[in-house]
């Protein structure tokens, strides 16, 4: 039988070990914490941080575009913008090549320019008061190109909160005036009074212009990952609902509701992008 003075003799001599390694364990969080906090590691970081007048800023990102079709006709069916959520899983998830250069100015300030290969997505859906449906017609594609300039939000030690971005932005089609397509389609459907038919639809666009001019308005925000590296993620509200670049006739028809419509949209200037990519900065000569 176990004698229980020597068991008691073990169980102290355990927790007088643990005691110890937890001392040494709360002294060496203690130094690492006073270590980040100490005046020569906030000068380090603060030193890190601070992007130097000249300094180039290049990103590749991919980007995910919200383009409305705008339609010009009152329409039951159809609202005055169709247009997708980003996180509709309907979407593509990323429809263009982002890539963007930028150049360190004095006091946070900086000068950009961009381009962006976009597949242009035209995307068709009701608005539920009748029927639900939806659907994408990749249409062309659009080689986009800006310039602009921004300003870094920057606070206490160089902490980087986020920059600010405003320019404009040139549109160009990879197809020509003239060119487009159509969309068809019909299926069954059942109306909120419980009646069965026969829902269509005819979806004609036309290139009205091969360009597109734009102004945008833009945030993003940036993660250091190495010293040059970041990860950053950029959104931009882009104006230029007068700017044309398509012309589209839709027409519809619900025969139980007694809707045989025919409405004139377009796509613009005008839309949404949202970026995620990478940042590499580099000092010139």
């Known amino acids: 039988m176990i004698n229980s003075k020597y068991l008691l003799f073990v169980l102290c001599s355990i927790l007088y070990d643990l005691s110890g390694v937890h001392a040494q364990i709360k002294t060496t969080i203690s130094e690492k914490v006073t270590n980040y906090f100490s005046t020569d590691k906030i000068q380090e970081r603060t030193n890190k941080r601070y992007i130097e007048p000249g300094t180039h800023i290049l990103t590749l990102a991919l980007s995910n575009n919200r383009y409305p079709l705008i339609i010009k006709d009152p329409s039951a069916l159809l609202d005055s913008e169709i247009i997708t959520e980003f996180s509709n899983p309907a979407r593509k998830l990323a429809d263009a090549l982002?890539?963007?250069?930028?150049?360190s100015l004095p006091k946070n300030f900086f000068v950009e320019a961009g381009f962006k290969y976009l597949k242009h997505w035209t995307y068709f859906k009701t608005n539920d008061w009748a029927i639900s449906m939806e659907t994408d017609i990749s249409s062309f594609s659009t080689l986009s190109f800006s310039l602009g300039s921004g300003y870094r939000f920057v606070g206490e030690n160089n902490l980087r909160?986020?920059?600010?971005?405003a320019g404009v932005t040139l549109g160009i089609t990879d197809n020509p005036v003239g060119n487009g397509g159509s969309f068809s389609r019909s299926f069954e459907y059942t109306d909120y009074n419980?009646?069965?038919?026969m829902f269509s639809y005819n979806l004609q666009y036309q290139i009205t212009s091969r360009y597109s001019l734009g102004f945008y308005l833009g945030l993003s925000k940036d993660i250091r990952v190495t010293k040059n590296l970041y990860l950053t993620a950029r959104y931009h509200y882009q104006f230029g609902e007068n700017s044309e670049l398509t012309g589209h006739t839709i027409s519809y028809s619900l025969p139980t509701l007694g809707l045989y419509d025919t409405v004139k949209a377009s796509n613009t200037a005008k839309g949404q992008m949202l970026a995620l990519g990478l940042r590499w900065m580099f000092l010139g000569d």
Request: charged content about 5%.
């Open 98 to 103: 982002y890539i963007n250069y930028q150049y």
């Open 161 to 165: 909160f986020f920059d600010v971005h």
């Open 194 to 197: 419980g009646n069965t038919g």
